[in-house]
């Protein structure tokens, strides 16, 4: 069973739990723990619980970055590090610093020739 550990009316982790006897050991410190595996759309870290129903956070608005020209050069060898992390098979990057379900903001870049 999938569970929801909620503070302050925000769903701040969820747990599997097979043995239900553990539920007071993990819902300790926390407002609400509450089921969530049977709803039609299972909650996640970041949604809103008013102690019946639960609310998708915000979308997450794209982020508009513009670099002129002639700062892409001292740029590039950083943007190069952060392409290569997110692309390489082998990287645990996002994985370790992303909870699941997590809404990341959409980076869009743009180019202005001077």
Do not use: E, H, R
């Not at 969820?14 to 043995?19: C, H, K, R």
């Not at 370790?96 to 379900?101: D, E, H, I, K």
Request: charged fraction near 5%; include cysteine.
């Amino acid at each position: 069973m999938i569970y929801a550990q909620i503070l302050n009316g925000v769903v701040v982790n969820t747990i599997v739990l097979i043995d239900p006897t553990l539920i007071p050991l993990f819902s300790q410190g926390y407002d609400s723990f509450v089921q969530i595996d049977k709803l039609p759309v299972v909650p996640g870290p970041g949604w809103s619980y008013d102690g019946t129903k639960f609310t998708a956070p915000a979308p997450v608005q794209p982020i508009l970055a513009t670099i002129p020209i002639n700062q892409l050069s001292d740029c590039q060898p950083v943007l190069q590090n952060i392409v290569n992390s997110l692309t390489n098979q082998n990287s645990t990057y996002l994985s370790s610093y992303v909870p699941a379900g997590a809404q990341l903001p959409a980076v869009q870049t743009q180019v202005k020739v001077n």
